[in-house]
């Protein structure tokens, strides 16, 4: 129970919308969403496949709890194999998109093959259709959601859609759902487009029930709820300063990658930071930020809703980005600020807007554009082959271009497009890219939190930081303070969080509700709903099971323990500034423990006997 | 003593909570569209507001009803429809100048906010105090309160 029981597989080849029964099995094995479509998926493509190809598979999944009143019980996540990093993929996105898959009825949706023109999917319950978008394809998400809406005269209507980067080839376009929350990772939104299918419009009446035992269920729920609104994290630092509350923080110890990592510390980190949105601005005395704003069913409320400062060059002639949307996440005010050496908050608010509009991943987007601006000033790349763009960190003027080109894949954007590895080879500079298994770093400098060294390495999707954030830890002491610049115990910090996370992941929650909920918070609420036996230690155990499930994809897609890796310069330039001043990240003494707790061998391969106790 | 929900959009973030509850009590199922009270989303303008019925002291839902399904409750003073007797005419639908009573399909019937029999739900549910249960007579006092803090500051 709590699944709806219901899989709809869409061959778009063939054009046909089938219903079959979820494989109740693997459900209670693999629990849900992450877990679960990764099951699935590893059961019917083979690793190798080229991930652009019609024998690549999509799974939109939703976890047990999506769309019940558990709080962050919002979300739903997209799996399938990356065409960015060749290993697989799952992005995470909240919004309301995931909750309504399940008030549709529908626990996941797998998309095969390819269609022969654009379409879209319409969902209203019981009823699947495969419809024509050749009006839409060629245009941002923003233009498509409003031409659905119309069309289908329902404001109510959630949609998920790629933009035009995806259909350019962009390596890391993502899924925009609801206008501004994201599958952002690893390309998936690439992998859609190339199936020809631009959209999902979904309508769902029929209500979330099949909890098991429902008393249970809601004490669990308020229980954990009450949790949220009193922890520190949750119902302070989160709400009031979203994500960005770790601008400052961050830079302060020292492990804010800065200027594609040549820096740890940027000194316009103030600037873009959430204390900067708060600040009235001179052009019209507000704020850049307009409000907080909650995924479905969040008691957190993290999201951001920002203006573009009026009279801002970005926005001249352009009335579309005068209104409000989503703004600003910590992860892209670093990707396109520090990373590219950018302080102007208008500006990136402005690119964030683009990624929202056309469906770029902001971090990997401003960190291939900040590898460009080194190749640039390096002498790699010449002026005329950046179309006369000046590609100088620091420049907002060059980062709003290349975005703009990115969003249309025209011009240098299309190079951009191809993710920071691809560009570095091109331009016979790999060294330069920033990147594990072919995906850009998130926010955090392993020099200065060493745990995240590992947990980039070893990551399932590539560089990661929602794999397993031992920054909670290392920096914030939850649930317990480890120190950043040592490595004694970190293999045991990045398996237990990588475990944990894999089993929230597969539930339907948001992972920051970690910041206030351990695993005794959610396996009460899990148990209520669903059946089989959720305690801690089989949701541990879960998420171990995932991990190894997932790794075994990687391998046999071609990876090998040498892909656990990260960049020369993390591992032999020491930081310049701060707290790690002197300091590389040691990942070679992590790695090995590493893969023994992992009971893994020497090479990084899942032991016979690890993989039969996990049964995967 | 009297009490009425007090909304103030301004806190509101747009979570769904409050329709989740509302559903769960009246309907037995987690189901938004079958809320009673709506959240409505002004993306471009970046804001939320809860909306549902503010129990009206002359309701026109009630007078307009042909079979005299709407009554008060004289406890909370609440206008609830009585569902045996409302024959789906959907006239307080058009009645209500604000369209807080709305027709379901599935029952044939209208439904309405009826505040819990006097323990709201939405109100419990919601993480921020956007929508409180508060004494009939003072739903404006939290306003008046914000403004008066204003007029101090020029003391
Ligand atoms: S914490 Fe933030 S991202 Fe997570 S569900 Fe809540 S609003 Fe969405
Ligand atoms: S529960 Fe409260 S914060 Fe959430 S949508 Fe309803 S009124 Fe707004």
Redesign the interface.
């Known amino acids: 129970m709590a699944w709806t029981g219901n899989v709809l597989r869409v061959n778009l080849t063939e054009r046909t919308c089938s219903k079959e029964p979820l494989n109740k099995d693997w459900a209670l094995s693999y629990l849900g969403q992450r877990g679960l479509a990764t099951k699935y998926l590893t059961e019917e493509i083979d690793p190798k496949i080229d991930a652009l190809s019609p024998d690549n598979k999509l799974i939109m999944a939703t976890g047990p709890l999506t769309g019940t009143p558990a709080s962050t019980a919002g979300r739903y996540s997209v799996i399938t194999k990356s065409p960015l990093t060749g290993t697989v993929a799952c992005s995470n996105s909240g919004g309301f998109i995931g909750m309504e898959f399940k008030n549709a009825g529908w626990d996941m949706i797998i998309f095969e093959g390819k269609a022969s023109s654009p379409v879209y999917l319409y969902l209203e319950n019981e009823k699947a259709q495969l419809l024509p978008a050749d009006e839409i394809w060629g245009q941002s998400v923003w233009q498509a959601d409003e031409w659905l809406h119309n069309r289908h005269q329902d404001p109510l209507l959630r949609i998920a859609a790629v933009g035009r980067s995806a259909e350019q080839g962009c390596l890391f376009s993502g899924i925009i759902n609801d206008l501004h929350r994201t599958a952002g990772r690893s390309g998936v939104g690439t992998v859609m487009a190339s199936k020809n299918l631009k959209a999902v419009a979904v309508r769902g009446t029929r209500g979330v029930g099949n909890i098991k035992d429902p008393v249970a269920f809601m004490q669990a729920v308020n229980a954990g709820k009450k949790v949220l609104a009193e922890g520190p994290v949750t119902a302070e630092g989160l709400p009031t300063y979203g994500t960005q509350v770790l601008m400052n923080v961050i830079n302060e110890v020292g492990a804010m990658p800065t200027r594609n990592f040549k820096d740890v510390q940027f000194e316009g980190a103030a600037k873009i930071s959430a204390e900067a949105m708060h600040e009235p601005r001179p052009s019209d005395g507000k704020p850049n930020l307009v409000t907080n704003a909650a995924c479905f069913g969040c008691t957190i409320a993290c999201g951001r809703i920002s203006t573009i400062a009026g009279g801002h060059f970005t926005i001249t002639n352009k009335p579309q980005y005068r209104g409000a949307s989503g703004g600003l996440e910590y992860e892209a005010a670093w990707a396109l600020g520090s990373d590219t050496g950018v302080d102007d908050l208008d500006a990136l608010t402005y690119v964030n807007f683009l990624c929202n509009e056309d469906g770029m991943d902001p971090i990997s987007l401003g960190s291939t554009i900040a590898a460009a601006m080194e190749l640039y000033e390096s002498g790699a790349i010449t002026i005329e082959q950046t179309g006369g763009i000046e590609l100088k960190f620091g420049s907002a003027e060059a980062l709003v271009k290349l975005t703009e080109l990115t969003a249309k894949g025209e011009g240098f954007g299309r190079e951009i497009g191809l993710g920071s590895k691809r560009l570095c080879e091109k331009y016979g500079r790999p060294e330069l890219s920033m990147t594990v298994k072919g995906q850009e770093f998130p926010a955090y400098d392993p020099r200065g939190i060493q745990g995240m060294g590992l947990a980039y390495a070893t990551s399932n999707r590539g560089a990661c930081h929602l794999r397993g954030y031992t920054v909670s830890s290392e920096i914030m002491g939850l649930p317990e303070k480890t120190d950043p610049l040592i490595t004694d115990g970190k293999a045991a910090l990045v398996k237990a969080f990588q475990d944990a996370t894999a089993a929230v992941d597969s539930a339907g929650l948001c992972v920051f509700s970690t910041f206030s909920w351990t695993m005794a918070d959610i396996a009460p609420q899990i148990a209520a709903a669903c059946d089989g036996d959720w305690t801690v230690d089989s949701l541990l155990e879960t998420g171990e099971r995932i991990w190894n499930l997932e790794r075994k994809f990687n391998l046999d897609a071609g990876l090998t323990g040498a892909d656990d890796n990260l960049p020369e310069r993390l591992l032999k330039e020491a930081a310049k500034t701060g707290p790690a001043k002197g300091k590389v990240n040691d990942l070679a003494k992590m790695l090995p423990e590493y893969y023994q707790l992992r009971g893994w061998t020497a090479d990084g391969i899942p032991k016979a006997e690890t993989l039969s106790r996990l049964s995967v | 003593m009297l009490k009425s929900l007090q909304i103030e959009p301004e806190k509101c973030?747009?979570?769904?909570?409050c329709e989740?509850?509302c559903?769960?009590h009246h309907?037995?199922?987690?189901?938004?569209?079958?809320s009673r009270i709506k959240v409505f989303t002004f993306?471009?303008?970046?804001?939320?507001a809860p909306y549902t019925c503010t129990q009206c002291a002359e309701a026109w839902c009630l007078h307009t009803c042909p079979v005299e399904a709407i009554t008060v409750n004289l406890t909370t003073g609440a206008k609830e429809v009585a569902v045996e007797q409302c024959v789906g005419c959907k006239v307080c639908t058009i009645a209500c100048p604000f369209g807080t009573i709305n027709y379901q399909v599935e029952t044939g019937k209208v439904a309405k906010c009826d505040l819990c029999g006097g323990d709201p739900e939405c109100a419990k549910?919601c993480?921020?105090s956007a929508i409180t249960y508060v004494d009939a007579e003072q739903t404006g006092y939290q306003r008046m309160r914000a403004h008066a803090a204003q007029s101090i500051k020029s003391l």
Not at chain 2, 27 to 34: A, D, I, L, R
Not at chain 2, 43 to 48: D, I, T
């Open positions: 973030t747009g979570c769904l909570q989740l509850a559903s769960y309907e037995g199922v987690f189901n938004p569209s079958k993306h471009h303008e970046g804001r939320f549910a993480p921020t």
